[in-house]
């Protein structure tokens, strides 16, 4: 079902990612034999132990039943197509794409080995889960490209997003992909699917297009505008029993869009977090060695079906679940809607984009081993860095609470506790509805071609990180820091920071060979 939209709705709905433009299509069954061995995506027992209790535990999510989930239909999978930057798409491409037929491009009953699957778990993560007209995209825009410093691939690729035919002589850009947030373009121009995205984000998208609309719209229209921007802000953020409500931090259409802009490439404003408590994008390269995802440790990661999970949660039910008496995208915010106006993900597919992630590695390193690094690596262990960072995966895989939390006792029984905070801003894990009172230890392998750091990004390089001026309250974050924020100081994890020039280097130059 495509709903009938004004152009900031579109806008705003598809890049920022909202469920309610939902995409028919049929559930996708497969004779394949594999598919015996795929676990259930939905199960209600697993479902219920996937994800950690809240800071406040009444308000923990109940999530959809899995009746209701597959009475959800299971979206199509297009093939598409790469979108080039103005000036750099090949002539007559835009000719030859509205030649094209549609195309399914994801089929289980032709998959036969495991190779098969992750190569189709890839098309997963590629595949959108909305379309945009070419009219209402700042993709085809020159001006953006300047604006937004969007980086390319050497053949001047924008590999964030795709074209997508679902009708000939149609071409929309889909978007809301796994591959926008988790594609990075490195400065050779080469990509790294998977990495911590650097496209300048759905919300600097948001906002430019909502600045230059604003600029053409008369003050109602402008009204009626940010009307939709406050809704959708309580169906992303809202939080109603946390005092204030995070889906309440701005009040006018001016403040909403300079938020959306405040947002710098490798961070987002996600589902569940704030506008003022963004969270830097994760690396999925490497996932599969690590127990809990998001940043706030929220989802229990203890098996392939938990991924699977994982990424319906992400993708499609969410905003669905029930938080007290609140459902984000429920029917005045309490009943949930029609299983028929939803879409989903099938176990099929679910299972070859949980392949896929798992099977991702890192690119080439270009930093050596040398004996600078080799110097870092003996003030890593004499600094007692291991303890939390523990090699190989350089993560000991545990959660650490936020100042202000304090630890169930029935927490240290059944979770993976490390007793002492690092001091971080807890207001993540405490001031959102992703907040569990906890932050997970991040490995550290793969630093060199990330950034910025922290949960929530509010540094640009690990230099920033390992400046002892950070924790001043007139620091200028390198990386992110809200509207209206120009001086602030990034607090916690103090290791490091009273180390000598040479060691603080070594340090740097060793974390850079993980």
């Given at each position: ?152 691939t050497k053949d001047g690729i924008v590999p964030f997003r795709r074209y997508v035919i679902g009708k000939k002589g149609v071409v929309e850009i889909g978007s809301n992909a796994c591959a926008d947030c988790h594609t990075r373009v490195l ?328």
């Amino acid at each position: 079902m495509r709903s009938t939209l004004t152009k900031l709705e579109i806008a705003l709905f598809l890049l920022l990612g909202i469920n309610a433009l939902i995409f028919g299509g049929q559930p996708q069954e497969s004779a394949n034999s594999v598919v015996a061995n795929i676990p259930k995506a939905w199960d209600d027992e697993a479902v219920a132990s996937l994800e950690m209790p809240l800071a406040d535990p009444r308000y923990s999510p109940v999530h959809v039943s899995s009746d209701y989930y597959y009475r959800m239909p299971v979206r199509p999978i297009y093939k598409s197509y790469p979108i080039y930057a103005p000036g750099k798409e090949p002539s007559g491409y835009m000719d030859w794409l509205k030649q094209q037929e549609p195309e399914f491009a994801f089929d289980a009953d032709k998959l036969k080995t495991e190779s098969d699957w992750i190569r189709a778990g890839e098309l997963v993560f590629d595949a959108p889960r909305g379309y945009l007209p070419l009219s209402n995209s700042v993709l085809r825009d020159p001006e953006f490209y300047k604006a937004a410093n969007v980086p390319l691939t050497k053949d001047g690729i924008v590999p964030f997003r795709r074209y997508v035919i679902g009708k000939k002589g149609v071409v929309e850009i889909g978007s809301n992909a796994c591959a926008d947030c988790h594609t990075r373009v490195l400065p050779d121009g080469s990509i790294v699917k998977g990495a911590q995205g650097n496209f300048p984000t759905l919300f600097h998208n948001v906002a430019f297009r909502l600045r230059r609309q604003a600029a053409q719209a008369d003050e109602r229209a402008k009204e009626e505008s940010l009307k939709d921007l406050r809704h959708q802000a309580r169906v992303r953020h809202g939080a109603p029993w946390i005092k204030p409500d995070p889906a309440e931090d701005f009040m006018s259409f001016d403040e909403m869009v300079g938020a959306y802009g405040a947002v710098p490439p490798g961070v987002i404003v996600r589902e569940g977090t704030s506008i003022r408590f963004a969270a830097q994008l994760p690396d999925l390269i490497g996932v599969k060695d690590r127990r809990y995802l998001d940043h706030t440790g929220l989802v229990r990661h203890r098996s392939i079906g938990d991924l699977m999970r994982y990424a319906a949660l992400n993708q499609d039910t969410q905003l669905l679940g029930r938080y007290g008496d609140f459902i984000p995208q429920g029917k005045d915010f309490r009943e949930l809607p029609d299983p028929a106006t939803q879409s989903r993900y099938s176990d099929e597919q679910l299972y070859a984009l949980a392949l896929y992630i798992y099977s991702l590695k890192p690119p080439p390193n270009p930093n050596k081993f040398d004996a600078l690094a080799e110097r870092g690596q003996k003030v890593f262990q004499s600094e007692g860095c291991a303890v939390c960072h523990t090699p190989p995966l350089y993560t000991n895989n545990k959660l650490t609470p936020a100042e202000g939390f304090k630890v169930p006792e029935e927490h240290r029984k059944k979770y993976d506790i490390l007793p002492m905070s690092v001091g971080t801003d807890p207001s993540s894990a405490l001031r959102t509805r992703r907040g569990t009172g906890y932050y997970k230890v991040p490995s550290l392998k793969g630093v060199w071609y990330r950034g910025p750091f922290e949960h929530n990004g509010s540094v640009a390089t690990l230099e920033d990180w390992f400046d002892p001026r950070r924790l001043r309250d007139d620091y200028v974050p390198t990386g992110y820091k809200p509207y209206g924020v120009k001086t602030r100081a990034v607090k916690g994890h103090p290791f490091g920071l009273d180390l000598s020039a040479d060691d603080r280097r070594a340090l740097i130059a060793f974390l850079k060979t993980l």
